[in-house]
């Protein structure tokens, strides 16, 4: 069995053990294997009716309830803020026509980016075809595309009939491209090694270690920033370590307790951290989150692999080298009834014209 053929095994596993919700406390899915032209990939599979299920799964909640949410980045334009909610409220009936809360994701590795495999026409001919033989009344989606490393890719999905839907403004590192460290890149190794924190490694991780990673996490992406987001377990965290799907990292306080934590999931020549989190109590100048993105970078420097530095804190990753590109999500509803048809083509158009000028405008 190939490496990645055991990495998808152990993720269907472990939701066929566990379920869903015990992993991700605001998830419904089954989780399945699809093997397809020489690629093995995890699939996930909705079959409506749930709202508000995470957007990893539900794209309905993805460009809606998220959505606004997402509006917080414009803050400092109360106007605009608040026609982006009203054009958001107004659309949302057109977005649940869709019915893409009833779908199949391929490649769907639970994590909010999911990076991408190498596609071509053949291969998303063969994926329409036989998903939609299996699938008949789902739509087909494959998120976390970008124009940086997934042209190819987008390109061989529009043309077998997928309908290219805008997500976000992403950042990415190229740990092959990048030249000399950016004056913040210094700052923030010479903070990883003056800090008085200790730093521990995937081997580092015990079984209580996975309980406070859980907490971490939620005080940075779920109180501070939305629940909404993925609601991760220490069950899920120690099940993905335990398979070496996370590659787990931190710092511990002089108590030994972790006081930030990193996770990582490669794929490919791809590097992402779905994880992380920090004690948001500490002090600002412990730099708790430049430490965690510090050595995920310096590593893709090191390993020349494309850092992924998914959305948000659009600022801070371009100082340290980081380039925009627009991601996707891919869709196929061309086998659906013409009313979800409709409405994809519709949201498709008002994201295309709308969407991505305003993140580019804003440099979100």
């Known amino acids: 069995m190939t490496v990645q053929g055991s990495r998808v095994d152990a993720l269907v596993d472990c939701f066929a053990r566990h379920g869903s919700a015990a992993l991700i406390a605001n998830l419904s899915t089954r989780v399945e ?205 120690a099940e993905m370590h335990r398979a070496g799907l996370l590659c787990m990292e931190g710092f511990r306080d002089a108590d030994g307790r972790l006081a930030a934590v990193g996770g990582r999931f490669v794929y490919g020549r791809t590097l992402t951290q779905p994880l992380l989190g920090y004690d948001t109590s500490r002090p600002q100048k412990d730099g708790l989150y430049r430490l965690i993105t510090a050595t995920a970078q310096r590593d893709a420097m090191d390993e020349g692999l494309l850092f992924n530095m998914s959305a948000g804190a659009a600022g801070f990753k371009r100082l340290r080298g980081a380039v925009p590109a627009v991601e996707y999500s891919a869709v196929y509803t061309r086998h659906l009834p013409g009313g979800q048809r409709r409405a994809t083509a519709v949201i498709s158009g008002l994201l295309t014209r709308i969407g991505i000028p305003l993140l580019q405008r804003f440099e979100l």
């Open 33 to 237: 294997r699809l093997d397809l032209n020489g690629h093995v990939f995890p699939i996930t599979i909705n079959d409506g009716g749930r709202p508000g299920n995470c957007y990893i799964c539900n794209p309905v909640t993805g460009y809606t309830d998220y959505a606004i949410e997402e509006t917080r980045n414009f803050v400092s334009h109360p106007l605009l803020r608040r026609g982006l909610v009203g054009l958001i409220r107004a659309t949302a009936p057109v977005l649940r026509a869709t019915g893409l809360d009833r779908s199949v994701h391929v490649n769907n590795w639970l994590f909010s980016t999911n990076p991408a495999p190498d596609i071509d026409r053949a291969t998303a001919a063969a994926m329409r075809d036989g998903l939609v033989a299996r699938f008949p009344a789902h739509g087909l989606l494959i998120r976390s595309l970008n124009t940086y490393a997934d042209q190819a890719a987008l390109d061989a999905l529009g043309a077998e009939g997928f309908t290219l839907l805008p997500s976000r403004q992403i950042y990415l590192f190229d740990g092959c491209a990048t030249g000399a460290a950016t004056k913040d890149m210094k700052r923030d190794r010479a903070l990883l090694r003056k800090t008085p924190l200790q730093m521990v490694g995937n081997d580092g991780f015990g079984p209580g270690d996975f309980e406070q990673s859980a907490r971490l996490y939620a005080q940075l992406y779920l109180d501070k920033y939305t629940a909404l987001n993925p609601q991760y377990t220490a069950t899920f965290l």
